[in-house]
């Protein structure tokens, strides 16, 4: 392996960081001495620290002096700055994209006013993008006997981890970095996740470990306890995950099925009251039923074509003309719009068409909050890109911390724990810049927000920044910092203050 994949060991690969995984993919395609290859990579940087992320660009240095061609699909910056030629597609995403806006050196799309890329490698994203970060409440004190607002969770020592405490303030925005393997996930996803979901369906304002471990056992490789206690576990209403794992992608998923609307969508046709008197109910409004579909194609919208010793081929139903539905709803309409045409609907048509839907309204307007308001609620999920099927996730699972009717009405406030591991995978640097509002108005509304992350740009908006390090594997599991950004400077172990620095600077002089 190359020198950039250690160190860890095998033996643990189940327990693997999305990171670790992604070097060891890497390393088994670059690690020969091959000439004369065309390698074609689709964003390799995903998963890796800034540190893995300058040894990688190494290597692929490294494979065209060997006279080889690269070909690299990639959003991240410092990666594009080091490319000989950049195909700069645009200006747009889906159907307001599809053009070559540049084809060269980083120069041409610097000055190509057309380019959204050119536009962030020049200026970038400002940090704090609000202005100014958030205060944070006063330092925690375990003789304190009134509330604090913050989450704790003494001595940590599931896995790697090493046995330090945790600190994240209640109500803020925390992004959680360090080198891919130090322990960010199994500190956060694994252990701090499970123990909050135990405080809060319990009402536990401090739950101790010997009373855990009797009901949930944590997957542990190491002996000794995973944890002391917790406090304040009990604040939240949900804890709402999000994880690196890709959506199913069946042509029969839609971006509205795969989120939820489409059955709120169902549910509101079928409470017309047309669709009563014809005695109709919500399966009839689905294209995956009998009852309202077209038989043809089985409600999918095309035909599919076997080929012998080809790749399948698909056209589209003659019969729905790729609707999905049959013609005995085509008549049923609302504000003169059939469900199919709801269907054929962008989100940002959508919803505005819904606005006075208060739950679906909200949900749709989190799709164009995220950039992904060009995509159709009925376009085949195998058509997402890596990029949007990730959002799409992120959206469906943010939908369901979002208030009902009921709470609106009521005023009711209520907190939520929002976990992300990797929420910009697959983003263009306009996209993470979109991500980082929405971020903080889950914030701005109350709830608290944890982001496990190696993005620079989503690290300099933290209002409190945890690093895990110093290496990875065993030579991790430390919480080398917790607190505002600017004190990471003072960390002289810090694998991630080096490049966060960089970037800050960089910043402050183009803008």
């Known amino acids: 392996m190359n020198n950039w994949t250690d160190p860890f060991s095998l033996f643990f690969l189940s327990f693997l960081s999305g990171g670790e995984a992604q070097r060891i993919r890497l390393s088994a395609q670059l690690g020969s001495n091959l000439s004369g290859v065309l390698y074609v990579l689709d964003e390799p940087s995903i998963g890796l620290h800034a540190k893995d992320n300058f040894r990688l660009i190494e290597s692929l240095k490294d494979l065209k002096a060997r006279g080889n061609t690269l070909l690299v699909v990639e959003h991240d910056d410092e990666t594009m700055e080091h490319a000989d030629r950049i195909i700069d597609l645009g200006p747009g995403a889906g159907i307001h994209g599809g053009e070559i806006l540049a084809n060269g050196p980083i120069e041409e799309i610097l000055k190509n006013k057309a380019s959204v890329t050119g536009r962030y490698l020049k200026k970038g994203i400002p940090h704090p993008i609000r202005g100014e970060y958030r205060k944070l409440p006063p330092a925690y004190s375990p003789r304190k006997r009134t509330p604090q607002d913050w989450l704790v969770l003494k001595k940590a020592g599931l896995?790697?981890?090493?046995?330090?405490?945790?600190?994240?303030?209640?109500?803020?925005?925390?992004?959680?970095?360090g080198i891919s393997g130090a322990g960010k996930s199994t500190l956060i996803r694994d252990l701090l996740h499970p123990v909050v979901d135990y405080a809060r369906m319990y009402k536990e304002p401090k739950v101790?470990?010997?009373?855990?471990?009797?009901?949930?056992?944590?997957?542990?490789?190491?002996?000794?306890?995973?944890?002391?206690?917790?406090?304040?576990?009990?604040?939240?209403?949900?804890?709402?995950?999000?994880?690196?794992?890709?959506?199913?992608?069946?042509?029969?998923?839609?971006?509205?099925?795969?989120?939820?609307?489409?059955?709120i969508i169902r549910r509101f046709f079928?409470?017309?009251?047309?669709?009563?008197?014809?005695?109709?109910?919500?399966?009839?409004?689905?294209?995956?039923?009998?009852?309202?579909?077209?038989?043809?194609?089985?409600?999918?919208?095309?035909?599919?074509?076997?080929?012998?010793?080809?790749?399948?081929?698909?056209?589209?139903?003659?019969?729905?003309?790729?609707?999905?539905?049959?013609?005995?709803?085509d008549d049923l309409r609302w504000k003169e719009k059939s469900i199919a045409n709801i269907l054929n609907m962008t989100f940002e048509e959508a919803a505005e068409f819904f606005q006075t839907h208060s739950q679906l309204g909200d949900m749709l307007k989190l799709m164009v909050q995220t950039g992904l308001g060009y995509l159709t609620l009925g376009q085949s999920s195998p058509t997402l890109s890596g990029g949007e099927a990730q959002r799409l996730k992120l959206v469906s699972e943010l939908a369901k911390g979002l208030p009902s009717f009921r709470d609106k009405s009521r005023a009711i406030n209520f907190q939520n724990l929002y976990i992300l591991e990797e929420p910009t995978i697959g983003l263009h640097m306009s996209d993470c810049e979109k991500l980082i509002y929405l971020l903080h108005q889950l914030v701005d509304q109350g709830h608290t927000v944890i982001v496990i992350e190696h993005n620079l740009d989503l690290l300099a908006e933290a209002d409190y920044l945890v690093e895990i390090g110093p290496e990875g594997g065993e030579a991790g599991g430390h919480i080398l910092y917790q607190g505002p950004v600017k004190g990471l400077k003072n960390v002289r172990k810090s694998p991630t203050w080096p490049f966060l620095k960089k970037k800050l600077k960089a910043r402050i002089h183009r803008d």
């Open 208 to 263: 101790e470990e010997k009373e855990f471990s009797q009901y949930v056992t944590l997957p542990n490789t190491h002996s000794g306890r995973p944890f002391l206690n917790l406090v304040n576990g009990d604040r939240f209403r949900a804890v709402i995950e999000v994880d690196q794992k890709p959506i199913g992608k069946t042509p029969r998923s839609t971006p509205a099925t795969y989120m939820g609307a489409m059955d």
């Open 270 to 329: 079928a409470s017309l009251p047309e669709a009563k008197i014809r005695g109709m109910n919500a399966s009839t409004f689905s294209f995956n039923t009998a009852n309202g579909r077209c038989e043809t194609c089985k409600g999918s919208g095309q035909i599919k074509l076997e080929m012998n010793f080809l790749p399948d081929a698909y056209m589209t139903c003659e019969d729905c003309h790729g609707t999905r539905y049959g013609p005995e709803l």
């Open 159 to 177: 896995r790697n981890l090493k046995g330090d405490d945790l600190q994240i303030p209640l109500g803020k925005l925390t992004m959680v970095g």
